[in-house]
């Protein structure tokens, strides 16, 4: 009688002569052709079935990571930035990925394996990243990195899925960005007609020009006749080698040979920023004037004199480096005595003034050189509601309302009329008073509950409640309306932990605890953290060395703190390598 047998690619599970089960599971074919069988051992055969089964499931659902090399996290990373993502981006998005995988991913990440890799792992790589003192957009940055370079993985079956789509993302608040005022402009304007270069700064806040658009613009996007300016291209960051063989000693950009390795423009950064855009007459004029200006330079410089067609250059003819330009931007604030701010803030003015002068959202799109798929979320992000526009809002809906139409004087500034104000809430407002702390509830219980659980929490300190009403409270109150509450805070515990060196290294006994632990309400928080975790060292003026630690995860204090303690006694050793002056 013939063995009954399997067919031909189905999955197979038997004892084998080392005592333990194996199975062998057919995925897909390999490159030669041949059949990609997998293959598992367990110690009993319910455990061998198991494996089986799952490899089954993954082989039909979401497919088997693809047989080959081993990856470990670095060696995918460096091969993706380096042979994947670099010659299909453009440079400054290279850039950022480098600067990314290398000082940040591969340090923290990198040695794991690819397939082991887990969400947990990134989260925790994320929440170290903020608390050695990483920006919250840099860790933000690293997430985005990684998840396009898994992603890439997963495209290519080195994994089944790609962990950094599940990991939580660093929380990036944006920060709402305040446009320069009118008076604000004026004032760089009157001092930008003193420096070199003066239409630059003028079109960068008459008509929001990028940075790379402005100064990648040639002579020949100038069209005086009609009044337009045609942006069609963008100024790359120099990239320098070594001309002298490195011998020098210096860096690649200080060398006195150096060579740029970079092409000097690219094109826009999308099909809507190559665009048309009209001058007022006051720009063309300067414009002009600048254009003989310099004419003249370029007879002054005689053979050092460079050629290359671009409207703001060196003195020799060269395109100006977008770092001197920035510089150049932060000593026009401090010229003209305005707060500091981005170059980029310039772009926020210019669309700001668009809004304020009504200016179609379609004009808009194209002055700006937005994508029409993208236009409404870049308004959002770039016109930014001044009192101006808040103004003229409340003074056209008065006008609808109560016919009072007339909103002149508005542009100047002036106050809005009562029938323009909100009516106030008639409504009381239940303020708890802790300790000079004022927190505001909409009712009476919630406000009382407080109070007495916080008076029990701090026993030496006033606690109690009063009711206010809700024009006292908008001229008096921390916050206005928006801080007052519905219902109870929430209450969280934020850990501590704390140890002081000696010089040397030496632990100090300070008669305490190492590690305790405070219960907080989330108002409270900003006196404590209100973050998962962070640390520092600090030398205090005994020269002892205090490692310090606080946030509200327990493990991640902990993890932390040998961090910290091990940063300390570094630093009570070796103080010259944190800068530290230490007395003799």
Not at 51 to 76: F, I, P
Not at 228 to 255: E, F, N, S, T
Request: one cysteine or more; aromatic letters at 6%.
């Amino acid at each position: 009688m013939a063995k009954n047998r399997q067919p031909n690619g189905a999955s197979s599970i038997y004892l084998g002569k080392d005592g333990r089960w194996h199975g062998r599971v057919t995925v897909g074919v390999k490159d030669d052709g041949t059949p990609d069988r997998r293959h598992i051992s367990r110690k009993t055969r319910a455990e061998a079935t198991k494996a089986v089964r799952e490899l089954e499931r993954q082989r039909d659902s979401t497919g088997v990571r693809k047989a080959g090399q081993t990856w470990t996290v670095e060696t995918w990373l460096t091969h993706w930035v380096e042979n994947i993502a670099a010659p299909n981006v453009g440079e400054n998005t290279i850039d950022g990925y480098r600067v990314a995988v290398y000082h940040h991913l591969i340090p923290g990440l990198g040695a794991h394996r690819l397939e082991k890799l887990e969400p947990e792992h990134l989260e925790r790589f994320y929440q170290k990243m903020r608390a050695n003192g990483s920006a919250a957009g840099t860790a933000h940055q690293a997430h985005r990195t990684v998840n396009t370079a898994l992603n890439e993985a997963v495209r290519r079956r080195h994994l089944t899925t790609n962990p950094a789509s599940i990991a939580k993302a660093p929380k990036l608040e944006e920060e709402e960005v305040e446009p320069y005022s009118l008076e604000e402009v004026q004032r760089l304007l009157a001092e930008a007609t003193k420096v070199r270069n003066t239409a630059r700064w003028v079109i960068a806040l008459a008509l929001g020009l990028r940075q790379g658009e402005v100064l990648g613009l040639k002579w020949e996007d100038v069209d005086f006749e009609v009044g337009v300016i045609l942006v069609r291209r963008g100024r790359l960051r120099p990239r320098y080698k070594h001309g002298c063989g490195d011998k020098c000693g210096r860096k690649p950009g200080y060398c006195p040979q150096k060579i740029n390795t970079r092409r000097e423009t690219k094109d826009t950064k999308t099909r809507a920023g190559k665009r048309p855009i009209g001058m007022p007459e006051e720009l063309l004029k300067l414009l002009k004037r600048h254009k003989e200006e310099q004419e003249r330079e370029r007879v002054l410089a005689r053979d050092l004199w460079v050629e290359k067609g671009y409207v703001f250059t060196s003195p020799t003819g060269e395109p100006l480096n977008p770092n001197t330009d920035f510089h150049r931007w932060k000593d026009l604030l401090k010229a003209a005595k305005v707060r500091d701010g981005r170059l980029h803030d310039a772009r926020h003015t210019a669309a700001t003034v668009l809004l304020i002068l009504g200016v179609p959202e379609a004009v808009v799109d194209r002055i700006m050189g937005w994508e029409p798929g993208k236009s409404a979320r870049m308004r959002r992000r770039y016109q930014h509601l001044t009192g101006q526009v808040l103004q003229q809002t409340a003074a056209k809906v008065g006008g609808l309302l109560w016919g009072k139409p007339d909103v002149s004087g508005l542009m100047t500034g002036t106050e809005p009329t009562p029938t323009q104000r909100s009516e106030p809430n008639d409504e009381p407002v239940h303020v708890a008073h802790l300790a000079g702390r004022l927190v505001a509830f909409r009712h009476h219980e919630h406000a009382q509950a407080v109070a007495v659980r916080w008076g029990a929490d701090h026993p030496n300190h006033s606690a109690e409640v009063a009711e206010w009403d809700r024009e006292r409270w908008d001229y008096k109150g921390p916050g206005g309306a928006r801080a007052i509450r519905d219902g109870m805070p929430d209450r969280r515990i934020v850990y501590h932990a704390r140890a002081v060196f000696l010089p040397g290294g030496d632990r100090l006994n300070i008669g305490r605890d190492e590690q305790w632990s405070v219960v907080a309400w989330e108002f409270e928080t900003d006196l404590y953290t209100d973050l998962p975790v962070r640390w520092h060292t600090t030398r205090r003026p005994g020269q002892e060395v205090e490692a310090q630690v606080r946030g509200t995860d327990k493990d991640a204090v902990c993890a932390a703190y040998a961090e910290a303690c091990a940063q300390a006694v570094d630093r009570s050793r070796e103080p010259g390598r944190y800068g530290d002056v230490v007395g003799r």
